[in-house]
């Protein structure tokens, strides 16, 4: 028997998916002895043993559909010749794969494609790269005995009149092209499309000869049609026929790097295909354990950004922010910046600076911005862009299990029963997870949507929730707290989970709270605008469909009572035993690519890494012995209160990196006048960002392709980034933070980021077995990973929550104070679409501004009709806060009463509009809920001009000293 | 920070403990502020109650008894 251990990296094609059974299976394929489980394909066992079997049509990430023929194979006892990828393996089956008879059919087969196929092998994008090509190798094809008179290439025919069977290559997609005449018809790609990214933006259109793979209806092109860029079918394709453009133009690559997805909190893993250090593609990893192979359009094709001609390589500085911007060494850069910082220190208190950390950023890098503070500034005012997005599940997953962290990972959901999504939208915010979800639901689970809006997840090709409860935004509390009313009055708790895993005396207590009639569905039926019956119905689905799972975004956290609804929806689970099972369990869909890692390694004010209170003097001593210096007992500063202290005073410098607060934090006009009166602001990013129009220093950055370190995911899995690239400006962000701190007289001796995880490994008890070692060995790990839990923790909470009983905490709705009236009569909610990301510094600087070049206003038609106000008309859009304008597009989508639109371009600046209310738990913003009103407009508002031309002002730099 | 958003921001906190059950809904919500804010925060959070506390809502002006003094 062959022993065929997959060493870590092999990434053939084995053909056909694996099985999932335990029971085994012996056969003999060649004369070798193959043991392998129950359902596996003859084809895989062979690949498996080694022994690859011609193929065209197969793909492992596909169901075998037995197309081509190339595989077929010859089995003793069995007549004729089966086709290895749609037969399953029997025990006891002897299999020969190179008969004779098989060798002649393969030939046969290849030579009918052949004959319908340019032969300019030797100019195609796809030369080297190409299983066309491979299997003519593989079958020993020699000649083509018949030339074809019908061709599906050949764009006249041979009196020169045009063939009709000839279509033009389709280039609407900016990133790949469609050449119909290379098509064999194979179907990968529409099966890629359909199993593996859920569009079912392909279909094989016509029979026989005139069978051609379209996108879209018959006049579509890629561009116009349902595709969403993802890529799956480009990697699918066998040929050159689906081609990423950046091949056709450079050529093939020669090597790759595994490394992790810079954009959102999936975290997918990816082999960054070089030309010596040029990065010719990014294909997704198939043993990548968040995305199994899969891929969005941002990870796989939004890269450009990095070589973008807008990045700044040099530092800069400025004494005040309406002098022009000049070009300096980096060490003037250091001693400018120092100097200013330990002057602030000196003049105004040891307490008036501090930092934010960047979710962009790596771990690493995290870590030693926020010792930067503890350490060298001497105080706790460190924060991070998590406090403006899911600070509140940080403090209700604590409170009520101990930990703040989703509790599984993203393999749980092909065991899910029931999948409940609320204020999430995945397909454009978290795609790859999408996927693997909306395939659960094809395979027959039932689905909930808690959302404004009806998004896609609601209803598309092939997935329709079971209920979609379209709430008003800003009562997610009386909604969640209505569904823990049905399941504990109508009897549909897990008892024996609760006295055993929870504080009963608390449930008790909880009970009586939500059982109170005021709580139930049709009490809230007015406040929520969602028909009781429909919360009813959904309530039950929850409780009784098996395993149910929670899937949260932004919609909850980003409210006044996001740490409410957090709580709220710990509960559910609890009531129901849903916590510390697969397929089930509660997760955060965390927005960047590293909001868990920032949060994991200390950059909240109160928390140093690991979640642990700066109040406890026993931690505190951890670090204070490693790092020699005394930490200061008292929580810091938050972004808001930063900001607060700056207008009055008492905040005077900041190191901010990777961040663009002023874009991405609400209330502008405050954000503005907070860095306004600061004296230093250090900004440490790609790009002249809008916060460095408030800047005095700028430090240039690195991209993700330019260094070392790990992201951690939103299912606490830490991956590596590698380094393919020298950074461009010359120094990883890590090595710029060093500088800074360096010149603060910290003499910090860092050489390489695993020192730095050695470092949080030796300090915080849930990574302290994490090692690069142990990264290289195993790809990925999932926190916790320690001694009691050496290969790491894909499940949290099995045996008992971390803190011990699990808490059901009374969640009692207490309506925003941000409401409408005659004034401001809509509700305002924001979000994100999936070829952006966040502020769009990155997407923006790409050709992913084909898909989403402005933000749009989707307004109900009842409501634009009212105001007069017509598809792509410019509107006003004003609150107590500010206005701004932007177009507006008409769409039932939202219901009557409420208006969204997205933040990803600084000109629309959406953040004018949202309030500074906040949660009341963390400060974490109210954004998804704004009273507004909108009216006819002819262009942008004043503080759009206005700012606008600060900004440019600001951006100017002098050309460099000769 | 404007006086009326701070007062905002205790009054919050308070309306989140005071709909918890059991008798300790003011060490909760001073624990919260101790958890939280800032000296300088509870600094102007403790000079405001020491001026009459104007707005403050009655737990969170019983909780200001348990709010730690910055050193
Ligand atoms: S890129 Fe993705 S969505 Fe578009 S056609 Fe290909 S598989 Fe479908
Ligand atoms: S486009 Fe590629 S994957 Fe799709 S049918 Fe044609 S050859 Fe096969
Ligand atoms: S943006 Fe998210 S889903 Fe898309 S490739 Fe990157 S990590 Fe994966
Ligand atoms: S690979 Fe089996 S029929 Fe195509």
Redesign the interface.
Request: glycine share 4%; hydrophobic share 30%.
């Given at each position: 028997m062959k022993d065929f251990i997959i060493p870590w990296g092999d990434d053939r094609d084995l053909g056909t998916p694996a099985s999932k059974s335990t029971k085994s299976v012996t056969l003999n394929i060649d004369g070798f002895d193959v043991t392998v489980p129950e359902g596996t394909s003859v084809m895989r066992a062979s690949a498996l043993a080694g022994i690859d079997i011609p193929k065209l049509c197969a793909s492992d990430n596909l169901e075998a559909f037995g197309s081509c023929r190339l595989c077929v194979v010859e089995i003793e006892g069995r007549r004729g010749t089966p086709a290895s990828c749609t037969t399953p393996v029997t025990p006891g089956m002897v299999v020969h794969t190179q008969s004779k008879k098989v060798q002649k059919i393969r030939k046969g087969v290849m030579e009918l494609y052949i004959s319908d196929h340019p032969l300019d092998c030797l100019t195609c994008a796809a030369n080297g790269d190409c299983e066309l090509q491979d299997m003519a190798g593989a079958v020993g094809l020699r000649d083509v005995r018949y030339e074809a008179v019908d061709t599906h290439f050949k764009a006249k025919n041979t009196s020169g009149e045009s063939n009709p069977q000839w279509l033009p290559k389709d280039d609407s997609n900016p990133y790949f092209t469609y050449d119909p005449a290379k098509c064999i018809v194979c179907s990968r790609c529409v099966r890629a499309c359909e199993e593996v990214q859920g569009t079912f933006a392909l279909t094989i259109s016509g029979r026989g000869f005139d069978s051609r793979v379209s996108a879209g209806s018959l006049n579509d092109t890629f561009l116009s049609s349902d595709c969403v860029s993802c890529g799956a079918c480009v990697q699918a394709c066998p040929t050159a026929t689906l081609q990423e453009k950046s091949v056709i133009e450079m050529g093939t690559p020669t090597r790759s790097v595994i490394t992790t997805c810079a954009y959102c909190g999936v975290g997918c893993s990816f082999k960054a295909e070089m030309r010596g250090d040029e990065l010719v593609r990014m294909t997704p990893y198939k043993h990548g354990k968040a995305n199994r192979g899969h891929s969005c359009v941002k990870g796989r094709f939004a890269y450009g950004y990095a070589t973008h001609q807008d990045r700044i390589l040099n530092p800069m500085i400025r004494d005040t922010i309406d002098q022009p911007w000049r070009e300096v060494s980096w060490a003037e850069a250091m001693s400018f910046a120092a100097t200013k910082m330990r002057g602030l220190q000196e003049k105004y208190g040891q307490?008036s600076i501090g930092v934010i950390t960047s979710s962009r950023c790596t771990n690493e890098e995290t870590f030693l911005v926020q010792k930067l503070t503890r350490a060298v500034f001497g105080n706790n005012?460190t924060d991070t862009c998590a406090r403006v997005c899911h600070s509140p599940t940080g403090y209700g997953l604590g409170q009520t299990y101990g930990t703040s962290a989703g509790t599984q990972d993203f393999d749980s959901v092909e065991e899910t029963d029931c999948a409940l999504i609320i204020g999430a939208n995945p397909t454009d915010g978290h795609p790859v997870f999408a996927s693997r979800l909306k395939k659960r639901i094809r395979q027959g689970a039932k689905l909930i949507v808690i959302d404004p809006r009806r998004t896609d997840m609601v209803k598309s090709n092939h997935i329709q929730a079971d209920h979609h409860l379209p709430l008003r935004p800003g009562t997610n509390v009386a909604i969640v707290t209505a569904l823990a009313h049905v399941i504990v009055t109508e009897g549909l708790i897990d008892a024996d989970y609760i006295r055993n895993r929870c504080d009963w005396d608390?449930y008790l207590?909880y009970a009586e709270?939500v059982s109170d009639p005021r709580h139930s569905p049709e009490a809230v039926e007015l406040l929520t605008g969602v028909p009781a019956a429909d919360v009813r119905a959904a309530a039950r689905t929850y409780a009784t469909a098996g395993k149910s799972a929670i899937y949260y975004g932004l919609g909850v956290t980003e409210h006044?009572q996001g740490?409410?609804t957090v709580i709220g929806i710990a509960n559910l689970a609890m009531l129901t035993g849903n916590v510390g099972i697969n397929g089930a369990g509660v997760n955060p869909l965390r927005g960047q690519n590293n909001v868990q890692g920032s949060c994991d390694m200390g950059s909240f004010?109160?928390e140093l890494p690991g979640y642990r209170?700066v109040?406890n003097a026993d931690v505190r001593e951890i670090f204070e012995k490693a790092w020699n210096v005394t930490i200061d007992p008292?929580?810091?500063?938050?972004i808001p209160?930063m900001l607060?202290?700056a207008?009055?005073g008492?905040f005077k410098g900041l190191y901010c990196q990777g961040e663009d607060i002023l874009q991405s934090d609400p209330d502008t006009k405050h954000v503005a006048a907070g860095l306004a009166a600061m004296e230093c602001v250090i900004v440490h990013d790609l790009f002249l960002n809008e916060t460095a129009n408030y800047a005095h220093v700028f430090l240039p950055g690195s991209s993700f392709l330019e260094k070392d370190g790990t992201f951690t995911n939103a299912e606490r899995r830490i991956n590596r980034v590698r380094k393919v690239m020298a950074p461009k400006n010359g120094y990883a962000d890590w090595e710029v933070t060093q500088m800074l701190a360096n010149a603060m007289g910290a003499g910090w001796t860092y050489t390489h980021p695993s020192q730095i995880m050695d470092e949080i490994a030796a300090t915080t008890p849930s990574f302290a077995n994490v090692s690069y070692d142990l990264l290289e060995e195993r790809g990925s790990i999932q926190w916790p990973c320690n001694d009691a839990n050496p290969d790491g923790t894909p499940l949290m909470h099995v045996d008992g929550f971390v803190r011990g009983k699990g808490r059901l905490?009374?969640t009692?709705y207490?309506a925003t104070d941000e409401k409408t009236g005659p004034r401001f009569p809509l509700l305002l909610t924001t979000g994100r679409i999936l070829s952006q990301y966040n502020v769009g510094a990155q997407t923006r600087r790409t050709a992913n501004v084909v898909w989403h070049d402005q933000d749009v206003l989707e307004i109900h038609p009842h409501d634009a009709e009212v105001r007069g106000v017509k598809e792509g008309d410019f509107v006003k859009l004003a609150s107590r806060s500010g206005e701004t304008t932007l177009r507006a597009t008409i769409t039932d989508r939202v219901s009557p009463g409420v208006v969204y639109t997205t933040f990803h371009h600084p000109d629309t600046q959406a953040n004018v509009i949202t309030t500074?209310f906040?949660d009341?738990?963390?400060?974490c913003p109210e954004y998804k809920v704004t009273a507004v009103q909108v009216s006819p407009s002819n262009g942008p508002t004043d503080w759009q001009e206005d700012y606008a031309a600060q900004a440019a002002a600001s951006r100017r730099i002098l050309p460099a000293a000769e | 920070m404007k006086t009326e958003k701070m007062v905002y921001m205790a009054n919050q906190i308070a309306t989140f403990f005071v709909s918890q059950p059991g008798t300790d809904q003011a060490d909760r919500v001073a624990a919260h502020i101790n958890d939280f804010w800032e000296p300088r925060m509870r600094e102007q959070f403790l000079t405001h109650v020491t001026a009459g506390g104007e707005g403050l809502s009655e737990l969170s002006l019983k909780a200001a008894a348990l709010v730690r003094q910055p050193a």
């Open positions: 307490k005012n608390e207590a709270f006044s740490s409410t004010p109160h209170h109040k008292e929580p810091g500063l938050r209160n607060d202290a207008v009055d008492t905490i009374v009692e207490v500074d906040s009341w738990a963390t400060n | -």
